[in-house]
């Protein structure tokens, strides 16, 4: 975020941290069909419904943030760094487990586990040993073990993507920070539906939260050629 008058109290305040990879996790945040594929149930219910709002979402996601977390996987992945996979979602069929504000949508969009809604994209499929962490709400320290995971595993340097910028991917980031982790949002790694909700949701995360950078930036400080990894 630039510095300007209006700011740059604010970034007197934020505390730097090291990167250090051995203390990073890659966090990739509900990158599944429900939401997060053009063909997936949201994107077809859109297309049903003669709706163009899912345009810049779906767009972004093939154009971005697909190609850029496949960067940070592999970067992970060769230095055998720890990488941790969110989904959302219930875990009971009828999704009688998913808090109210939750339920309506898992049901609509068939996502539960065992579904193919559910499962996360093929083009960012997990590799054996890696962590897949289903929660039943936005933000994943809520009602899962993650936090445990992390620290058991002494990784408090956590670089996220995915989606929803403004929703899961920015709740997580939250969460996260509120309990001592250090936190950097990958903005080309994430999307949502709309334009000015990604960006009022990255304006105002590095106001104290933690820090944004792109998917170069990340793989510079993490010790990678952004051009040949």
């Not at 740059?8 to 305040?13: G, K, L, P, T």
């Not at 949502?192 to 950078?213: K, M, P, S, Y």
């Amino acid at each position: 975020m630039p510095t300007t008058p209006d700011n740059d109290y604010i970034q007197a305040f934020m505390t730097e941290r090291a990167p250090d990879f051995s203390r990073a996790a890659l966090i990739v945040v509900d990158m599944q069909y429900a939401t997060g594929h053009r063909d997936g149930a949201l994107g077809r219910r859109l297309a049903a419904e003669g709706s163009n709002v899912g345009g810049y979402r779906f767009a972004r996601i093939e154009a971005l943030v697909v190609p850029n977390m496949k960067r940070l996987l592999d970067r992970f992945r060769k230095a055998k760094g720890a990488v941790i996979y969110l989904t959302v979602g219930a875990d009971k069929a009828d999704c009688s487990d998913a808090p109210p504000h939750m339920i309506n949508m898992f049901r609509a969009l068939d996502n539960f586990e065992g579904s193919r809604e559910h499962e996360i994209i093929d083009e960012l499929k997990p590799h054996d040993g890696e962590s897949v962490i289903n929660k039943t709400t936005i933000g994943a320290f809520a009602s899962t073990g993650i936090d445990h995971l992390l620290r058991s595993m002494g990784r408090d340097q956590l670089y996220m993507g995915g989606v929803s910028t403004n929703m899961c991917v920015d709740t997580t980031a939250r969460e996260a920070a509120d309990r001592g982790y250090g936190v950097t949002l990958i903005e080309d790694a994430c999307a949502t539906t709309h334009e000015d909700l990604h960006d009022a949701t990255i304006t105002n995360f590095q106001r104290l939260f933690g820090r944004v950078i792109s998917t170069d930036e990340a793989m510079a400080e993490l010790g990678a050629d952004s051009k040949n990894v």
